[in-house]
């Protein structure tokens, strides 16, 4: 969900759209998206599960769960982690200041690029951006992009880019 200055803009993950509300929560447009759906895998699935284990080995070293907690725990989300069989589209939407819409695509495991669909306020698709990996966007201007990233000794840096539109080959 994202705020503009005349309306609220909402993405489901589970579809390539935005819907676009007024102030009072009345649907003004849909927009839809040319994405291409991807499909969960089993190593995708397999991976997520690992992490959970990961995360809750951490939590037994900071004495939250036991090592006999980490096992039910593992065993349980084996049941317990519902997945679609699609991957997400979107995971993140920002307004930039000169109206357009940012729709971050989805980083499934193995994805090396971040990728931002770019959409004007009235719904045309402009293009995709890559982003340099690792940076986290706060605000995107009509010639910038300000965002945060952190090194591998996590220090964190605000980092400031230009940003052009390229004019279309005649």
Do not use: C
């Amino acid at each position: 969900v994202a705020a503009g200055e005349d309306a609220w803009y909402i993405v489901d993950s589970g579809d390539p759209a935005v819907q676009v509300l007024d102030w009072e929560g009345r649907l003004l447009a849909i927009y839809r998206i040319q994405a291409k759906a991807r499909t969960v895998t089993a190593p995708m699935v397999a991976s997520a599960r690992h992490q959970v284990r990961e995360a809750n080995a951490r939590a037994a070293d900071r004495n939250v769960l036991t090592s006999d907690g980490i096992d039910v725990l593992a065993e349980a989300s084996k049941e317990l982690l519902p997945h679609r069989d699609r991957l997400p589209y979107f995971d993140r939407l920002l307004v930039a200041e000169d109206g357009n819409l940012w729709l971050r695509q989805y980083q499934a495991p193995g994805d090396s690029i971040p990728m931002w669909s770019v959409i004007e306020g009235s719904g045309r698709w402009l293009g995709d951006v890559q982003v340099p990996v690792g940076l986290d966007v706060y605000q995107i201007g009509p010639d910038f992009l300000l965002g945060r990233s952190m090194d591998e000794l996590g220090v964190e840096s605000v980092r400031l880019f230009a940003i052009s539109a390229r004019q279309p080959e005649h």
